[in-house]
């Protein structure tokens, strides 16, 4: 089992960048892949990002490709969202999400691929 803790979050304007981290305790870091969703208000959530337990594979929406950067420190159990040019449409609650894979290059895109989740870091971009 792993617990997962989101930090970072807050209210920036729209062109700025922000960071957002996921910290992680229990099992060995390196073994989950993990993953990066968002929800905003009456919306469902989505996939935003994903990375390998390798670091090697990494996917992207095409809604934040180009914008958004994710990549882990398996050293610091940890797993950053980089996010520049933010929008105000970018504006929800960020979940960190995490599965124990044996494969080390697969990267998880579906909420139901993931088993554990974070409480989530509200993001607030202002036009």
């Known amino acids: 089992q792993v617990q997962l803790v989101e930090s970072g979050g807050g209210l920036v304007q729209a062109g700025d960048s922000l960071r957002v981290s996921c910290a992680a305790s229990g099992r060995p870091f390196s073994m989950y892949a993990m993953g990066w969703f968002r929800q905003a208000p009456g919306k469902e959530r989505e996939f935003v990002s994903g990375i390998s337990r390798s670091d090697v594979n990494k996917y992207y929406a095409d809604s934040v490709k180009d914008r958004f950067t994710i990549s882990r420190d398996n050293a610091k159990n940890t797993v950053y969202l980089q996010m520049n040019n933010l929008k105000p449409e970018d504006t929800a609650v960020y979940y960190c999400?995490?599965?124990?894979?044996?494969?080390?290059?697969?990267?998880?895109?579906?909420?139901?691929?993931?088993?554990?989740w974070g409480q989530g870091t509200q993001v607030t971009v202002s036009s």
């Open positions: 999400a995490a599965d124990l894979r044996p494969n080390a290059w697969t990267v998880l895109t579906s909420i139901g691929s993931y088993t554990y």
